[in-house]
């Protein structure tokens, strides 16, 4: 059954911690994208990727890096830099052509320790 | 970037009234996508539209698209406690959407 996976479900972060949320796709999507989502606040686009090796920052980039070094996989690592990390991470995939549904994984929910 | 605003913020319906939420942009819209998420869920998406005036049905959701494509409405007809959730809209254009805030529908038994 193809679709997005994201992990782990719950994750909690010390001071001064690096964590990374994993994302993988099996859909074969070339796009790849990271949204954070604080209550009432929509979604927000942190990264996304149109294609292996490549990635562009999105609206709230700051504090976050990703990678994206096989089609099916795009990590996010949320540093120590982001100064408050508590909120909903969701991973989407897309195809590239223009007015393309968005398939969201099931999220992961960062909260300071 | 480009925004699209959507009210209300949040609506309290009893089971079995209507239900309506707005997405407006202040520039022509390509297209409009519409999303659906449930409490503790991930957002799905329902449908999209292109074509002016556009009018879509999804059993007792209705999805439609402004003359001058710069709004976009769904209501919801007779609702259900299934309903409730979060619904977005979502500006197209290109392959990444510019989500708004989404409405959260609360509907009372």
């Known amino acids: 059954d193809g679709g997005i996976t994201q992990s782990p479900k719950y994750l909690f972060r010390k001071e001064g911690q690096n964590v990374t949320l994993s994302c993988e796709q099996n859909?074969?999507?070339?796009?790849m994208y990271w949204y954070r989502q604080d209550p009432g606040q929509g979604l927000r686009l942190i990264y996304y990727s149109q294609i292996v090796n490549d990635f562009q920052k999105g609206d709230i980039a700051e504090g976050y890096s990703v990678s994206r070094e096989k089609k099916e996989s795009f990590p996010l690592t949320v540093t120590s830099a982001q100064k408050n990390p508590t909120a909903f991470y969701l991973c989407?995939?897309?195809?590239?052509?223009?007015?393309?549904?968005?398939?969201f994984g099931d999220g992961t929910r960062l909260s300071i320790l | 970037g480009q925004q699209v605003m959507q009210i209300p913020q949040y609506q309290h319906v009893q089971e079995g009234e209507d239900f309506t939420t707005y997405c407006n942009s202040s520039?022509?819209?390509?297209?409009i996508q519409w999303y659906k998420q449930r409490p503790g869920g991930h957002p799905v998406f329902l449908i999209q539209l292109v074509k002016s005036g556009e009018v879509k049905k999804q059993k007792r959701l209705t999805f439609q698209f402004g003359e001058a494509k710069k709004n976009s409405s769904l209501h919801i007809t007779a609702t259900q406690t299934t309903d409730v959730g979060t619904y977005f809209c979502?500006?197209?254009?290109?392959?990444?959407?510019?989500f708004g805030r989404g409405t959260s529908l609360i509907v009372h038994p």
């Open positions: 859909l074969n999507h070339d796009a």
């Open positions: 989407a995939s897309s195809r590239t052509e223009s007015n393309q549904p968005q398939h």
């Open positions: 520039t022509t819209l390509s297209n």
């Open positions: 979502a500006r197209g254009g290109s392959y990444i959407p510019t």
